[in-house]
């Protein structure tokens, strides 16, 4: 059932004239395997008394403010992203929409693209998170509203994912792009083995339906190192970092203990499979500077040549592919780099999950230090994959 609309002007608590009264934080989301950021969870602060968001909400509901109060939220932070560098602003940004909003007329009339333009931004800038604590009562009207959520580019989350009594039924309904497990299941999950069986079920009901799976509320390198061997792969709490005034990067400390955690995992999920280094191989090269010129004429004069490195000194600066077309000559791209140690099995996961025009790039390799080892095509990758499937399946 949905609040009843206030037509009283909403409190100082809320809005001052045109100017809201809350303040946005931004919280890190990270891609555990390879160290980067995919976007960043916008949460809200009120002021005063009302600063912690469970107050700030729960008053806003209890006075029929609730739409006032998201529209406050989402001025002030699309204000901070405006001001961002363009980047940055590209960045996905997560927003917690609750039921009652989506559900509110004023939300599909145009009034939300059109705050969105105000400030140069568009719907695939954001994704919107459907909390799972509050129940969607008609589920029909979820699926349609996502749908058309969707339509429109927003990306769509599911969040708090095991926090609430409707879940799987929110679940099958939104057909999220982002499930978020709520802090519950990962609280102390190193200690508890019921747990960890229904944190490695929900990671391959995700892998199976295309979903990224981001682990909320991770504050320990016990609970971090569990998630990462049940194939979590994206993370978001105190131990990444802390929700900032502005967009921030993990820490550098955090980035080095991740690195050894991935390390440490070594990724191997079976004592037969192979790492990545057992079939790397070390392609055409060409040290930097070169101009595009030359890497055309080299394209031209080695027919066979499909990509080209290169580097400065041991380390990748870029990797060109063919992709030869009448107006579009070698196209630089950004590549998945892995370590050598990475097993076979983990890279094949990782590469199909690249965006579709990049399913088949070559995977470029390199060692602990960051050297440049070679490339690893998909062809090779998939031949040298069902060559080990072959090989355990019994005659």
């Known amino acids: 059932m949905s609040l009843p609309l206030s037509s009283a002007p909403a409190p100082a608590w809320l809005w001052k004239g045109d100017e809201p009264s809350v303040t ?3 919280q890190p989301i990270v891609d555990l395997l390879r160290g980067e950021v995919i976007g960043h969870e916008v949460l809200s602060r009120g002021p005063g008394e009302f600063r912690e968001p469970h107050v700030l909400f729960t008053q806003a509901r209890l006075e029929g403010y609730t739409w006032e109060l998201e529209r406050a939220c989402w001025t002030s932070a699309l204000r901070c992203i405006s001001t961002l560098p363009e980047a940055q602003r590209s960045a996905p940004f997560f927003f917690n929409v609750s039921p009652d909003v989506l559900s509110d007329p004023r939300f599909g009339d145009g009034s939300t693209e059109e705050l969105l333009a105000r400030y140069g931004l568009n719907p695939k800038n954001l994704v919107l ?16 509203l996502t749908r058309q959520c969707s339509a429109l580019g927003f990306g769509i989350a ?3 994912f095991g926090a609430g009594h409707s879940g799987l039924v929110t679940l099958v309904n939104s057909a999220p792009q982002f499930i ?30 295309n979903a990224t ?7 320990t390198w016990n609970e971090l190192a569990v998630l990462l061997r049940l194939g979590i792969r994206h993370a978001q709490g105190y131990l990444v970092a802390r929700p900032a005034p502005a967009p921030v990067l993990p820490s550098v400390e955090f980035e080095a203990r991740r690195h050894e955690a991935m390390r440490a995992l070594d990724f191997r999920e079976d004592e037969d499979d ?12 060409v040290e930097r500077p070169v101009t595009p010129e030359e890497l055309e004429r080299l394209f031209q004069q080695k027919a066979d040549v499909d990509h080209v490195a290169v580097l400065h000194g041991e380390r990748l600066e870029a990797l060109v592919l063919r992709r030869a077309t009448a107006t579009k000559g070698a196209a630089l791209v950004a590549p998945l780099i ?13 590469a199909m999950e690249r965006a579709p025009e990049a399913l088949y790039d070559p995977v470029v390799v390199t060692d602990a230090q960051k050297r440049f080892l070679g490339t690893v095509t998909m062809q090779q990758l998939i031949r040298r994959i069902t060559e080990l499937l072959e090989r355990r399946t019994p005659a």
């Open 24 to 26: 946005s934080v931004f």
């Open 129 to 144: 998170e459907i909390t799972e604590k509050a129940a969607f009562e008609d589920n029909a009207l979820l699926q349609r």
């Open 158 to 160: 599911l969040d708090d």
């Open 180 to 209: 978020k497990l709520d802090q519950a299941l990962v609280r102390d999950i190193h200690r508890h083995s019921y747990q960890q069986h229904l944190v490695k079920s929900l990671v391959s009901f995700a892998a199976s339906v």
């Open 213 to 219: 799976l981001i682990a909320e509320g991770v504050e």
């Open 274 to 285: 192979e790492t990545v280094g057992s079939i790397v191989i070390r392609r055409n090269c």
């Open 338 to 350: 892995v370590e050598d140690r990475m097993a076979l099995t983990t890279l094949a996961r990782l």
